[in-house]
């Protein structure tokens, strides 16, 4: 079995020891085939690990018991059987061959209170997708890193063409109620894969969908492109990703207190109506008009498009808690003249958007169009139509919201209660449950496209923060200049991150004897394909 990219912790010296074993479900099941859909054995079996491929949850634990985590592994792999088995192309064998556990001692004297997306290179043990899909790597891995204190950081990777981060949340949510010794919540535990449309009612589904008929000229060659292009590129952007020589692996981070969110939902609404505009619209809204005023010329267009990463579960009829690996849609919605808006006109843009194209009938049937797509070979077509172009836009936002998820608590005995502390590289932007507030993890290559620069990036999260210190109204363009200047000083000669309750700058990484930032990697595998 191939070794695990683990263990670095800033330097071999931190490392005291190094154990892994392999657990099992606890109890055995009959050996059997479990079928993929068609969008989870193509999406996401041969993308880079840049492209979330193979993604990262990293928990903060004030206490850990390495023993516990792993009988409790056991009893919630019984329920989650595709966990142990193996990927076989189009199916998984459910063979039961366990989950790699692997313990880090640590010399540092304690887990970090933040888990940074750089730390999960020495924190993680990532396997490249290829691999994971044709069966000879497990499609899932959990680290587990003991400081002298006891504090512990536990991560845990996954195959994304097995689990989304529904399905991951929900898969730690039972982990956590067998540490705690309460029973698992009954429900299916695999998904059942229905009959993909054929071709003749996913035209039909397209027409309804887009109003025109679908132009699938060039399919062959752009899929021939992209296959040539993985084969050749992904094996090397896994070697630089796991080497940490890609540069900015860090997205910006801005914190929102509940307060805060409380306050910008009021500041959204018309008339202080609270229960017309959502959170997750108001925050939207407050993010792409931060990024805009703050960046953009008087005279730009304003080009907003805003795309949000739904769970289908509810749309299909299926269970909450099974597992789904190709549990996602994109619906997006665009408009122009950002600039000319106050937050409630951006707020009710997106608002009398999300009224229209999201609702259940149109979330079931867009996966449905996906899946028949997949298996029609033209999801090209279906990728280009739905992911935003961002260079036809002045400010894009696509946004995967797991705020609603729990920290989880696998019990005082095996992890000192609930977890502190929690970060994931999956993406693009993404917005993560934290202690009395959420975590927003702001992808630049969507949301700050505007920014020319590490300079530009970091005005427009330092614009987020200086501007919850009131009413969320944006201040002007000169003192955000002055702030961000003062904020991005260098301090005895060199460039420093930044971290405050609402502010953690991104990685700076050393080349050429100079201190420079690097653009993140394109957060999914779809980004490459809608620039072919």
């Known amino acids: 079995m191939e070794a695990c990219w683990c263990g670095a912790l800033g330097g071999k010296s931190d490392v005291l020891s190094t154990t892994s074993e392999v657990v099992v479900p606890s109890s055995a099941g009959e050996r059997s085939q479990v079928p993929l859909s068609e969008m989870e054995s193509g999406m996401f079996s041969a993308g880079p690990l840049a492209c979330a491929s193979f993604p990262a949850i990293a928990l903060r634990l004030r206490s850990c018991d390495p023993g516990l985590l792993k009988s409790s592994l056991a009893t919630a792999l019984a329920r989650h059987r595709v966990l142990a088995g193996r990927i076989k192309k189009t199916f998984v064998e459910l063979s039961d061959e366990g989950v790699p556990f692997t313990v880090v001692e640590s010399s540092k004297s304690s887990a970090p209170k933040q888990i940074r997306e750089p730390d999960l290179l020495q924190l993680a043990d990532f396997r490249r997708a290829p691999r994971v899909s044709s069966g000879s790597q497990p499609p899932c891995t959990v680290l587990l890193t003991r400081y002298r204190d006891g504090s512990g950081v536990l991560t845990f990777c996954r195959s994304h063409v097995l689990m989304d981060g529904t399905s991951a949340w929900a898969f730690i ?35 309804e969908e887009f109003g025109e008929p679908m132009a699938d000229w060039g399919v062959t060659l752009k899929k021939a492109a992209l296959k040539g292009v993985l084969h050749t590129v992904a094996p090397v952007a896994d070697l630089l990703f796991l080497s940490g020589t890609t540069g900015d692996l860090e997205r910006p981070r801005a914190f929102f207190s509940d307060d805060d969110l409380a306050a910008i939902k009021v ?16 925050l939207s809204a407050y993010l792409v008009l931060t990024a805009g005023k703050t960046l953009l010329k008087a005279d730009s267009r304003g080009r907003v498009t805003v795309a949000y990463i739904l769970d289908p579960r509810k749309a299909l009829g299926r269970s909450s808690n099974e597992t789904f690996g190709a549990g996602l849609v994109i619906m997006r919605m665009a408009f122009d003249g ?62 995967n ?61 330092d614009a987020l923060r ?60 779809c980004r490459l394909v809608a620039l072919l």
Not at 267 to 282: K, L, N, R
């Open 466 to 525: 200086a501007n919850m210190q009131g009413r969320p109204e944006l201040q002007s363009r000169e003192a955000l200049d002055a702030r961000a200047l003062e904020a991005r000083a260098p301090v005895n000669g060199r460039a420093e991150s930044i971290s405050c309750s609402y502010f953690c700058a991104g990685l700076v990484t050393r080349s050429g004897g100079r201190m420079r930032r690097h653009p993140r990697f394109e957060p999914a595998m």
């Open 338 to 399: 950002l600039l000319q808006m106050s937050l409630q006109d951006v707020a009710g843009k997106i608002h009398d958007a999300a009224q229209s194209e999201m609702s259940l009938k149109k979330v079931g049937r867009r996966w449905r169009l996906s899946e028949g797509c997949f298996k029609h070979g033209v999801e090209f077509c279906l990728l280009s139509k739905t992911m935003p172009r961002k260079w036809e836009n002045d400010v894009t936002l696509v946004l």
């Open 173 to 207: 949510g039972d982990w956590a109620r067998a540490a705690r010794g309460e029973p698992l919540v009954a429900g299916r535990a695999v998904d059942i894969v229905g009959e993909a449309p054929d071709r003749a009612e996913v035209d039909a589904m397209w027409m």
């Open 401 to 461: 919201n797991q705020s609603k998820r729990e920290l989880p608590d696998f019990g005082e005995a095996a992890s000192g209660g609930r977890a502190e502390a929690v970060v994931t590289n999956a993406g693009p932007t993404i917005v993560l449950p934290a202690k009395g507030g959420v975590d927003v993890l702001l992808d630049p290559t969507t949301l700050l496209r505007a920014a020319r620069s590490a300079r530009d990036r970091a005005r427009v999260v």
């Open 267 to 282: 500041a959204a609404t018309p008339s202080g109506d609270g229960s017309w505009v959502s959170t997750q619209e108001a």
